[in-house]
Nanobody
Framework: QVQLVESGGGLVQAGDSLRLSCAAS????????MGWFRQAPGKEREFVAV????????RYADSVKGRFTCSRDNTKNTVYLQMNSLKPEDTAVYYC??????????????????WGQGTQVTVSS
């Protein structure tokens, strides 16, 4: 499995931006599609974004479409989530995850076999 470590979370105000990073190690990074999920207190984990192995295709949850951008740099074994126009409802722990089917753009968490530890994003109103 691939090991994943997220970073970049923090406390921001509504309307601000943050960029999350997820560094991978242990396996060939480009063999994986990479996803972002989030979990707010008292809520189930939900899909945010996914990117295929080349970075050429992405898919987003409706709630973040137009505000969040997922990208990857296979030379740095890193996937990013640029979050703009943040809202209080974006407050959650954000997780990156790896899907061993590199061309798949799944939004189902059980399709992802490796997970990071999560990074907290808090958006104040």
């Amino acid at each position: 499995q691939v090991q994943l470590v997220e970073s970049g979370g923090g406390l921001v105000q509504a309307g601000d931006s943050l960029r999350l990073s997820c560094a991978a190690s242990g396996r060939t990074f480009s063999n994986y599609a990479m996803g972002w999920f989030r979990q707010a207190p008292g809520k189930e984990r939900e899909f945010v974004a996914v990117i295929n192995w080349t970075g050429g295709r992405t898919r987003y949850a409706d709630s973040v479409k137009g505000r969040f951008t997922c990208s990857r740099d296979n030379t740095k074994n890193t996937v990013y989530l640029q979050m703009n126009s943040l809202k209080p409802e974006d407050t959650a722990v954000y997780y990156c995850a790896a899907d061993a089917v590199p061309y798949r753009l799944s939004g189902v968490d059980t399709d992802f076999g490796s997970w990071g530890q999560g990074t907290q994003v808090t958006v104040s109103s």
